[in-house]
């Protein structure tokens, strides 16, 4: 069996989880979120896909 999962829906996800159980780190987790964002786009990963 071959399952392959895209890293931006499982992030989106693990995100909420943890934004329903702990608001406080909701600042946090948009920070690290901008984080990867920018360095993705500034390092030309904005097609990275892992499988």
Known sequence: M???TALGPLMA???GI???VV???????VAVYLI???LMGLL????????
Do not use: C, S
């Not at 030309?44 to 499988?51: E, K, M, P, T, V």
């Open 2 to 4: 071959n399952v392959t």
């Open 13 to 15: 996800l693990v995100a």
């Open 18 to 20: 943890l934004i329903l």
């Open 23 to 29: 608001p406080r780190l909701l600042n946090y987790i």
């Open 36 to 38: 990867v964002i920018g």
């Open 44 to 51: 030309g990963a904005g097609g990275f896909n892992l499988r």
